[in-house]
């Protein structure tokens, strides 16, 4: 029996396929960087085409590595979630380029909405607040502006990254996972809850544009025989954050984790009933194993790992990112300087699309390495404010398990601890997304009995970092993230 998984990782930057054992040991990646456009302030898009083409090249390499088609038991898929994609179902190429999930051109949208009353109801219904992040907007925005998608008529299909690159995979399949669907706020997200009429209505998305929503541990279909020299099951699938939060094993209610990539995201599990969050925090699906839904209340934070890269690449300041860790270490103390990284506006609890980065306490005593330490210290201090959230809705955490690519920054993660006051674990396999989605591929292909059983027997060691500092200090460095912070909210 094959017993191999490959899991597609479709990012922001790259594309990723990995090739994972059973019991979840890597055994092989291959990686295509992907090319973000910004056409104009506030607008980031990318070409679906592109991330099809390097999706498939990485694919074949992993199926190359297993020996082909015949040895991989099946494939998962995780993704970036509110990017959104329109195509053509006669040609199977995009009608328009892919609006991605950190474009702010709904924002006016987006505010007249609220401006207009509705967000209480799109959250009850959908979990989510009315914000550029998510996908409905977006859709709906593309569909008054972007005359080919009018032209399309029937023929146009609508989906987010996953679902695309099923199509592509399968050859036709129209499918969502829960996961995803609950991001697009076009869904009600309880109960047997699909796309909801009303939500669709608001933003001016016709259903039948939309994906059939799945499960996400359903074999929605198999890969055309022709792509990879046999046809494999396509088994698994969950938004990123989701798929690293069941990489972590964080399936029952409060246990979290936190993934610092480009952004930052914080996702508690709240079990089988939906938590109504009156912090602005974001009530999600965390995975659908059959019919049974579990939930998660989620916190995100825009800027993250990007903060590191507009030092490098922005600001000249960083030869590499890895830099920032030794500047960091090498001050006793941020000196007084403080960073409120709000370079994309700020997500939870704020949810200020208006906010700009701010950098504050410069004296000429303070040197590069202040800067970059302020950096590495507002994810904890952003951190620090969503688990306040978290608690006032009754979801405090009893640890924090963190991956993603800044976890892997020691220093980065002891602060945490510190800050938070809390234990913090590291897998030493931080790429959790990627197992995550190899953990639903298993369990879809039967190779395990359910996800549980797969988490338990797939996720491997970790690293712990303990808090280490006095609360008085503790108590002085928050006090000046507040002022700073209160200066750019105003």
Not at 81 to 104: G, K, S, Y
Not at 289 to 317: N, Q, T
Not at 384 to 403: P, Q
Request: charged residues 20%.
């Amino acid at each position: 029996m094959a017993e191999m998984i490959i899991v597609i990782d479709e990012g922001t930057t790259s594309t990723r396929t990995m090739l994972f054992a059973a019991d979840g040991t890597p055994l092989g990646s291959a990686q295509r960087e992907i090319r973000q456009h910004y056409p104009g302030p506030g607008l980031v898009e990318h070409d679906a085409a592109e991330i099809w083409e390097a999706t498939l090249a990485c694919t074949r390499e992993m199926v190359a590595r297993a020996g082909g088609a015949d040895h991989v038991a099946a494939i998962g898929i995780t993704n970036q979630r509110e990017t959104i994609v329109f195509w053509d179902r006669a040609t199977n190429e995009p009608l328009a380029p892919a609006i991605v999930w950190q474009d702010r051109r709904t924002s006016a949208d987006c505010a007249a909405l609220k401006e207009a009353g509705h967000e209480t109801a799109v959250q009850a219904t959908s979990g989510l607040l009315l914000d550029p992040y998510f996908s409905g907007s977006k859709i709906g925005w593309a569909l008054r502006h972007w005359q080919q998608l009018k032209d399309a008529g029937a023929r146009l299909a609508v989906g987010t990254i996953e679902s695309w690159l099923v199509y592509r995979l399968t050859g036709g399949v129209h499918v969502t996972d829960a996961t995803n669907a609950s991001r697009t706020a076009l869904m009600a997200i309880e109960g047997e809850g699909g796309w909801n009429a009303g939500l669709c209505d608001l933003f001016g998305v016709p259903m039948r544009l939309l994906p059939e929503i799945t499960g996400c541990t359903t074999v929605v279909g198999t890969t055309d025989p022709a792509l990879f020299g046999g046809a494999i099951a396509i088994a698994g699938i969950a938004g990123d954050q989701q798929a690293a939060t069941i990489g972590q094993a964080c399936l029952s209610p409060g246990q979290t984790k936190a993934t610092f990539g480009t952004g930052a995201f914080i996702l508690s599990a709240s079990g089988a009933t939906r938590r109504h969050s009156s912090n602005r925090l974001l009530a999600t699906v965390l995975v659908q194993e059959g019919d049974a839904r579990v939930y998660a209340l989620e916190g995100s934070v825009f800027v993250a790992g990007s903060l590191i890269k507009w030092l490098r690449d922005g600001l000249g300041l960083l030869a590499s990112a890895s830099e920032s860790e030794g500047l960091a270490r090498a001050v006793p103390d941020n000196g007084g300087v403080y960073l409120v990284p709000a370079l994309s506006g700020l997500g939870a609890p704020h949810w200020r699309p208006d906010a700009l980065a701010a950098l504050s306490g410069l004296s000429f005593a303070s040197t590069k390495a202040h800067v970059a330490r302020a950096a590495l210290e507002a994810q904890s201090y952003q951190a620090h404010d969503l688990k306040s959230a978290f608690a006032a809705d009754g979801v405090d955490w009893a640890e924090l398990r963190i991956d993603g690519g800044m976890a892997a920054n020691d220093w980065m993660a002891q602060d945490l601890a510190d800050m938070l006051d809390l234990t913090v674990e590291r897998p030493d396999f931080v790429e959790s997304t990627a197992l995550g989605a190899a953990m639903l591929a298993a369990t879809g292909a039967g190779i395990y009995p359910d996800l549980k059983t797969a988490a338990q027997a797939m996720r491997g060691t970790a690293t712990r970092f303990t808090p280490a500092l006095d609360a008085t200090q503790r108590k002085t460095r928050l006090a000046g993230w507040q002022s700073a912070l209160a200066k750019v909210l105003g």
